[in-house]
């Protein structure tokens, strides 16, 4: 079953504006991921955030984890018709086994 | 560099046929993993390898086989296809256990009829 629930399930901005997806999981993580992809397309990954870890940046991207509430958002600042896709956040919960465990993504839309 | 290389990227089955989904990478990663996505489900974990030789079951494993022989592949069995199977397949992999980006191939888009 899905570990992580993203929020919202779809999302429509212009160009320029900021994005905030957000992701809720069950158990305790060892690590949280995003990726993105695009319309048919494989997943990229974008950034790992640590359990030990409360915020990191890459470029446009931030990411916070708070792992008292058992979630993460994703900020995607000045966004671009480019970064229309899916994203979606992944948590490894076992330790060793590398497994990762997807949520259902959240569609965002960037219109030029 | 090619990454992770998947083989066919479209087919189409009829029921009860079989087939085998490839998945190579030449990053040298011990990691490999196959996940199916369907709409509104995400990505769902079918089998993964931690190393050549050594196989185990993820969330929705029946109906699929898979073996590790090489560190560079890692195909996907199917054994009677069914409707129930019709779905995108992606193939990944990692550098080692938890911790590390996966790399994803372009996906597998499977119909049975």
Redesign the interface.
């Known amino acids: ?2 570990q992580g629930e993203e929020d919202p399930q779809a999302l429509s901005i212009q160009e320029g504006e900021n994005a905030t997806m957000n992701c809720s999981y069950k158990t305790s993580i ?2 949280l ?1 995003w ?1 993105r992809q695009n319309s ?6 974008l950034i ?1 955030i ?1 359990s030990n870890e409360r915020e990191k940046h890459s470029g446009r991207l931030r990411v916070t984890l708070d792992t008292s509430k058992k979630s993460s958002s994703l900020l995607i600042t000045a966004s671009r018709a480019a970064d229309t896709a899916s994203y ?1 956040c ?1 948590t ?1 919960a ?12 959240t569609k965002l839309s960037v219109k030029p | 560099n090619a990454g ?1 290389t998947q083989t066919p990227k479209f087919q189409v089955l009829k029921t009860g046929q079989s087939m085998t989904l490839q998945c190579a990478q030449d990053m040298n990663h011990e ?1 490999m ?1 196959w ?1 199916r996505q369907d709409p ?6 079918i089998h ?1 390898s ?1 190393g050549a030789g050594i196989t ?1 079951q ?2 929705v494993p029946n109906g699929y086989n898979v073996s590790r022989s090489t560190t560079e592949d890692f195909p996907l069995r199917l054994l009677s296809a069914a409707p129930s199977q019709t779905s995108v397949y ?1 193939c ?1 992999s ?1 550098y ?12 597998t888009r499977l119909t049975v009829v």
């Open positions: 079953s899905q060892n690590n991921q990726y048919g397309r494989g997943l990229v990954h790992l640590r979606f992944a490894d076992f330790v060793g086994q590398g497994n990762l465990i997807f949520g259902k993504g | 992770v990691y993993s996940y509104g489900m995400g990505l769902r974990l993964y931690v185990d993820g969330e992606f990944a990692s080692s256990g938890t911790g590390f980006e996966a790399f994803f191939g372009q996906g």
